[in-house]
């Protein structure tokens, strides 16, 4: 079966682009669309796509809105945003509001497509400027600072599959780099998540570099 995406953004002729795209790939399909994110989060519950691609910045309820809502109602679609904003605070809030992902439009058409891909995996997909931001800019002091009990909870090597995590690494890129089966990662992630109460590897991410854990990966 293909991977049923949604597209979500105010502007027509960006729309008919991505549509235009993803029909000649076999493996994807475009299901609906939607100008607005009161009418995209109406689609996406009818017809549970996959993916949804939502636009930050749009008339009426915007993609900073939508996705919390997206987020709730339709939790088994994996929303990756799609926008110009480069800033960092709507990097960090839409993620911590349940999107996957955050792609800027200005990324090839091979990397939206890889990203589509493994976002219905599961893998967080984040454009690599953006990372970069993400880590830059979460300061050592966040409203809600993890308790270092909970960094306790992380074996060595959860701590190191939570680093690459933050840095938006997939499975395959995780295994290859530490030379393991790509299901024992998904093992670790997933114990990861439940050790920390989240819900998502991008929240898992974004508790990495609040945590400090980044820099002390980087440091090893």
């Not at 502007?11 to 669309?33: M, N, Y």
């Not at 090839?108 to 970069?132: F, K, N």
Request: proline share 5%; no cysteine; hydrophobic share 40%.
């Amino acid at each position: 079966m293909p991977i049923r995406v949604l597209i979500v953004d105010d502007h027509t002729l960006f729309r008919s682009g991505v549509k235009a795209l993803i029909a000649r790939q076999p493996d994807l399909e475009v299901v609906g669309e939607a100008s607005d994110g009161l009418d995209g989060i109406k689609r996406a519950s009818e017809l549970k796509p996959d993916v949804i691609l939502l636009d930050l910045h749009m008339p009426g309820l915007s993609g900073r809105e939508a996705v919390k809502i997206l987020a709730s109602d339709v939790p088994e679609s994996k929303v990756v945003m799609l926008t110009v904003s480069e800033d960092a605070e709507d990097l960090i809030e839409t993620l911590r509001n349940g999107a996957s992902g955050y792609l800027l439009k200005n990324i090839d058409t091979q990397t939206l497509l890889d990203s589509i891909r493994r976002a219905a995996e599961g893998d967080s997909v984040i454009s690599p400027q953006m990372t970069s931001k993400l880590v830059r800019n979460i300061k050592a002091g966040p409203a809600v600072a993890p308790g270092p009990l909970e960094r306790e909870k992380l074996s060595p090597r959860e701590r190191e599959i939570l680093v690459f995590l933050a840095r938006g690494a997939s499975n395959k890129e995780i295994a290859r780099a530490l030379d393991v089966a790509e299901s024992t990662v998904k093992i670790h992630v997933q114990h990861i998540l439940r050790k920390l109460n989240l819900t998502s590897r991008v929240q898992a991410a974004v508790y990495a570099v609040e945590a400090g854990l980044t820099e002390a990966g980087t440091k090893g």
